[in-house]
């Protein structure tokens, strides 16, 4: 069964202070990982697509990359606004539907 | 502003009562999607289509829900006879399925907050 599993749940860091957010996931035959940021009350924004191991991405202060079993967002000196829940999705080749992790809530403290 | 936008955004019920949202998708896009979403929880898929036929339909949906999209463009969502466990965010999202397309990305709608009371 497709799973995907995202750590820690909740992330507290000090503006400036780097660290990453995990996403393990299982699938049968992976077309892609995504990653989505959400802010309270809306819909996600998409961040990343990545497609094969040892893929990465950038964007601004935040960097995805992919192994075989897992995915990380590295976030390099947040700032306040980049509070928010990250999420992260895969999509297999039994279907085209995306299988999501539960988030993590990031709150960067001025 | 040419993204996903749902209507309405928020909508409060009374339990037993019928209620209907709207998705309108991003022009171009052929797929759309209907998730639901709980606090703490990431979506849910319930249901999509491709162009006016819904190609397939989550088996944990209640014979409660039904979608439609008659023109292949907009799309509804209706939950008849409602309970308090369908109160939730329904998110829709969009994309473009084409052989000239590498990968699928779904874009998402602000989303319709129900509380059912």
């Known amino acids: 069964e497709d799973q995907v599993t995202q750590s820690p749940e909740a992330l507290r860091l000090q503006e400036g202070e780097s660290s990453s957010l995990n996403c393990s996931y299982t699938?049968?035959?992976?077309?892609?990982l995504f990653w989505y940021r959400q802010d309270p009350g809306k819909g996600p924004e998409f961040l990343f697509t990545?497609?094969?191991?040892?893929e990465e991405k950038e964007k601004e202060r935040l960097k995805a990359t992919l192994t075989k079993k897992e995915s990380f967002l590295h976030i390099t000196a947040p700032k306040p606004e980049d509070s928010a829940t990250y999420l992260c999705?895969?999509?297999?080749?039994?279907?085209?539907?995306?299988?999501w992790g539960a988030g993590t809530k990031l709150i960067i403290k001025p | 502003d040419t993204g996903v936008s749902q209507d309405p955004r928020h909508k409060i019920t009374k339990r037993g009562q019928n209620v209907t949202f709207r998705c309108d998708p991003i022009?171009?896009?052929?797929?759309l999607y209907w998730y639901r979403q709980t606090l703490g929880q990431g979506p849910e898929f319930l249901t999509y289509?491709?162009?006016?036929?819904?190609?397939?339909k989550s088996r944990l949906l209640s014979d409660r829900f039904s979608a439609e999209r008659p023109k292949g463009s907009f799309s509804t969502l209706e939950i008849q006879r409602t309970e308090q466990g369908d109160s939730a965010m329904y998110l829709c999202?969009?994309?473009?399925?084409?052989?000239?397309?590498?990968?699928?990305?779904?874009?998402f709608g602000p989303g319709t907050r129900l509380l059912v009371l």
């Open positions: 999202a969009s994309s473009l399925s084409s052989p000239l397309v590498e990968q699928e990305t779904q874009y």
């Open positions: 022009s171009e896009h052929n797929r």
């Open positions: 289509f491709q162009n006016e036929a819904q190609l397939e």
């Open positions: 699938v049968s035959g992976l077309r892609g």
């Open positions: 990545l497609y094969s191991a040892g």
């Open positions: 999705a895969v999509q297999g080749d039994s279907n085209y539907q995306l299988i």
